[in-house]
Every structure is written in structure tokens, then in C-alpha cells.
């Protein structure tokens, strides 16, 4: 098996698949960033919950994803905005709202990962990971 030459795709892609196929969670291998990337959507209510699973050696990120009463998903939009072939960097000042403040961006910053609302907030900048509506 050949190694992912972009995690956060990797399970961005993996969430948006599991909605599709209604699944109540996705599993995929944990690193400290998707763990976090994790801790966020669930502080801001588009996962119910997550935990990292240890099968073996190997450590495993669980994710619960989250639906509504009518069974529609709590994430409409996932979108990887950063990619390896073109990072995205951005100062406090230009952190992109999405739609009209209505979604989330996730940025990886000096100061650990956090939303773009977060950041703006704390007057940093750093690397747009991805959005979510």
C-alpha cells in the first residue's frame, strides 16, 4: 500500500463519502492534526463526537459523524482549501468568511489549529486547511 500523499484530503474525503453512504462513522488512521481537525468540527456541532482507537500498533481516528432529525447531514460543504501542490497562507486580516460567516474555516497557525474566526480573533494568520458549511 502506498503511503497518502495528503492526509487531510485523505479524510476530508473520507467524512464526505461516509455522509453520502449515511454512515454513523468513519474510521481512518489518527495523526495529531486530524485529531484536532476532529476536536474542531465537534466544537463547532458538524461531528457528534470522535475518539482515537489503538488496533494493534497502529492508531485509529473514529469519527461519529452528525445528522438531523429529517436525516439531513450537519455538513453540507467540505472542502480542502490548502493542498500540497498549492498552500494557502493568510494574514489575521484576510481570513476568508464562508459563506457570508455562515461556515467555518479551519487554519493551522502559530498557535495551534483553529478556526478562522479564533484566529482572527486572537490576530493571527497561518495556513487555511480547509472549510466547512
Known amino acids: 500500500m502506498s503511503a497518502i500523499s495528503d492526509p487531510i484530503a485523505d479524510m476530508l474525503t473520507r467524512i464526505r463519502n461516509g455522509i453520502r453512504a449515511r454512515y454513523q462513522r468513519v474510521d481512518m ?9 476532529a476536536r474542531i ?3 463547532e456541532g458538524y461531528i457528534s463526537n470522535f475518539k482515537v482507537a489503538e488496533e494493534g500498533r497502529k ?3 473514529r469519527v461519529f459523524l452528525r445528522y438531523g432529525t429529517d436525516g439531513q447531514s450537519a455538513i453540507s460543504t467540505l472542502e480542502r482549501v490548502s493542498r500540497p501542490g498549492r498552500r494557502v497562507y493568510v494574514g489575521a486580516h484576510e481570513i476568508p468568511k464562508v459563506m457570508g460567516g455562515l461556515g467555518v474555516n479551519i487554519l493551522t497557525t502559530p498557535r495551534g489549529v483553529m478556526t478562522g474566526k479564533a484566529a482572527r480573533k486572537a490576530g493571527v494568520g497561518g495556513e487555511v486547511l480547509c472549510s466547512v458549511a
Open 29 to 37: 488512521p489518527a495523526s495529531a492534526l486530524k485529531v484536532e481537525l
Open 41 to 43: 468540527l465537534k466544537q
Open 59 to 61: 492508531k485509529i481516528l
